[in-house]
């Protein structure tokens, strides 16, 4: 098995497979109304439906670095983007197809990647001071921890709708 392999592996385990650190972000969403979603349960904590947004915009950031080969990163409004008007039942099925479409588009362009890609630097950007230097390998495997990182947050503000 290559390092690619390995990459989309677990890339797959955390969103939809058997994730080794616990269910994966699609089996912890399984059952989150569009009202649980959009509620704040916990103070000062964002919502569902805000981190399954940000998770979106990550997957697409990291899919224009590659791309791209640049350190680009999100606005501040596009990291943690606002709830849309409606957060009716069909708008949250629609946040989690974007979020899935987003998650398929980044495992076809990274199956397009050979090993040796992973050692690429990606170019840094001058007007994004915000972004982490490192190669390919890091910025994949950091992804990776973000989705499992993510749904453990979504996890504990499950708990508060028992």
Do not use: C
């Amino acid at each position: 098995m290559t390092e690619i392999e390995r990459l989309l592996d677990q890339f797959r385990r955390a969103y939809n497979g058997d994730s080794w650190a616990g269910p994966s972000l699609t089996a912890t969403l399984q059952g989150v109304t569009a009202a649980q979603a959009a509620s704040h349960p916990l103070a000062g904590a964002h919502s569902i439906w805000e981190i399954i947004l940000h998770l979106e915009t990550w997957i697409r950031t990291v899919y224009r670095r590659i791309e791209q080969n640049k350190l680009l990163g999100p606005t501040d409004a596009e990291n943690w983007p606002s709830l849309p008007e409606a957060t009716d039942e069909g708008a949250w099925q629609q946040a989690q197809a974007r979020l899935g479409q987003a998650h398929e588009q980044l495992l076809a362009r990274i199956s397009h990647l050979r090993d040796a890609d992973l050692s690429r630097e990606l170019e840094p950007v001058p007007d994004y001071p915000a972004g982490t230097p490192g190669p390919y390998y890091v910025l994949l495997h950091g992804l990776v921890q973000h989705h499992l990182y993510h749904t453990g947050q979504i996890a504990l503000l499950r708990k508060a709708f028992a």
